[in-house]
């Protein structure tokens, strides 16, 4: 009896066996590009859930670290170094004896003395929640395009890099763009100058972002050299008219009279150390052309910005905040507007300070 032959490709014509073989070669080419593209979009769909959580939860950080701030400004004072944390500060003998002549809160401190503690609210950064960061600056230490005095106007047009000549001209504009009125000043425009080339009409209100100046006719064109960082790092639209010499950047210490880079380097330098509280004092101490009347503060007003970003990346979103506590139904703070700014890669090398307040504690750290 015969044995059955094998069933192999041995028994098949050569041109068959030739084929098999490619079939086989071109499954596992197919296989091999099915498994990559599966890996692939397997990678791709970890990453993007990867970037989705990330996002998510510097979101979260920003937001917690926000109200967080927003909470310690309706319940914390303020004092001429900025925002207290708490009420934990060790006197001398002497220093406890001399402070019991001025009017003294529940901490026994005088309300405005600065404690040492303070989170400053001149845009220094600082770590927050869960990877968050953060800076404060003051109204106060920032131009108000919508209430100020003349004095100031020159120092301000010089930072904004618009020559002399053209600074009655932008400062009529603006004054037409904000009154209720159609009268033309000298060298202004009013909703039939701005339909005739174009441009959205004046809305004849005050600015409601510091970005709004650039709709102002003339004024686009005169900072179209200016990126959107650095004009909002400049103005804001507070209704404050001081210049607060503790908090105001050293390019808005240089539109006081008299003050140039290096008297506002000097300047920020001294306040870090001690911070200014006597407006006499600080008008002697540099020689300035101004009297004790004169429009500048030490104390931070109820108003100013709140710039935030993550460790993990992403752009920075400033915030403009108002204390509120008089508003019906009591808010403490109203959100006036949001900014997204892109991130300028300095931020990251930027020194970043810690906040002793358990507020600000690692939720992670025992005993915490």
Known sequence: MSCPKNSDTSSLPRGQTGFVLVAVLVALVVLTLL??????????????????????????????????????????????????IDKQVSWSAGQATASR?????????????????EIRLDGTAYQGLNGARFALQDDGGRFSPNWTFDLYHPGLF???????????????????????????RLGGAEAGDYHTKGLPPPTNRPLTTPLEVRRIMGWGDA?????????????????????????ASPEMLQTLPGVDKDMAQRMVAMRQTLPFMLNWQFLDTFKLPLDELAPISMLASNSGTLELWHNAGGPIRLVHWTLTPGDEGGRPWRLDYTLVLPRDPATDQTPIRTIPSPLFADPGTPGR
Do not use: C, H
């Open 35 to 84: 498994a990559t593209a599966i890996a692939t979009t397997s990678e791709r769909a970890i990453r993007e859930a990867r970037e989705n959580t990330d996002a998510f939860e510097a979101e979260v950080a920003m937001t917690s670290t926000r109200d967080t701030l927003l909470f310690m400004f309706s319940t914390q004072r303020r004092t001429f170094g900025g925002l207290t």
């Open 158 to 184: 010089t930072q904004l890099g618009v020559p002399v000549e053209q600074w009655p001209e932008l400062e009529a504009k603006r004054l037409d763009y904000q009154d209720p009125d159609d009268l033309f």
């Open 223 to 247: 900072l179209k050299g200016l990126d959107d960082s650095r004009l909002v790092s400049l103005l804001t639209i507070s209704r404050s008219v001081m210049v607060n010499v503790n908090t």
């Open 101 to 117: 002549s001025t009017d003294l809160d529940d901490s026994g401190l005088p309300p405005m003395l600065p404690i040492g503690n």
